[in-house]
């Protein structure tokens, strides 16, 4: 399955293919071939970028489940200002652009916050992008308590996608969103959280736990 964010920039792609074809075969010239070859590959890497497979998705209360397909590039802990105001764990998530790059609901409840920033385009597995990259906050309240997560735009990356607004009820594994092309996600989690994923360590969105709220 392919998302519907996709479909634009496939569309105008193959249509960009179909004109370079046209002209290549009408000047029978060997640069617009090869621009049609990589204007090809571009329309077949963009199926490939913007799939959507299906997952399943773990339904036990208290479960924070992964909202991207990624790697773990970071556990710590950090001063959150922005909705917590105070010291959280902090696990982040980069996404390459081989990734599927869908971004999942976390864990269900009520979307209290979304807060929308401008910034740079640093590449997003610097420390620095966390603070001073586009991105996108949004904090949820559950039953088992609160979480708050960032959409960060990465290097390429240049739209954040998110359909959420605040107080929607939200279900865990709900797609929402995406960021377009390589990017990272920030989960911040309070103590009462025991994260479950190890550095380093390759995570599906909608399907890999995360961690887990203490009883």
């Known amino acids: 399955m392919i998302t519907k964010d996709g479909y634009g920039i496939i569309f105008t792609t193959g249509v960009i293919g179909i004109v370079f074809v046209a002209l290549s075969l009408l000047t029978n010239s060997i640069l617009l071939w090869i621009i049609s070859g990589l204007v ?12 959507d497979p299906d997952r399943l998705v773990p339904d036990k209360e208290g479960l924070i489940i992964s909202p ?63 603070l001073e990259n586009e991105q996108n906050l949004i904090a949820i309240r559950s039953k088992s308590g609160p979480l708050a997560f960032t959409q960060v735009a990465g290097i390429i990356a240049r739209r954040i996608v998110s359909r959420l607004k605040e107080g929607d009820q939200v279900t865990v594994g709900q797609r929402f969103g995406m960021i377009k092309y390589s990017s990272r996600v920030d989960l911040f989690l309070p103590e009462s959280v025991k994260v479950l994923v190890q550095l380093g360590q390759k995570v599906k969105g909608g399907s890999t736990i995360i961690g887990e709220f203490l009883k």
């Open 40 to 51: 090809a590959v571009l329309f077949v890497f963009h199926f490939f970028f913007f799939r």
């Open 68 to 130: 991207a397909d990624g790697k773990v590039i970071k556990i710590d802990e950090i001063e959150e200002s922005l909705y917590f105001n105070k010291k959280v764990q902090r696990v982040s998530i980069f996404m390459s652009v081989f990734d599927v790059h869908i971004n999942r609901v976390p864990i269900s409840g009520v979307v209290e916050k979304v807060l929308y920033r401008k910034g740079k385009y640093l590449p997003a597995f610097e420390d620095s992008a966390a």
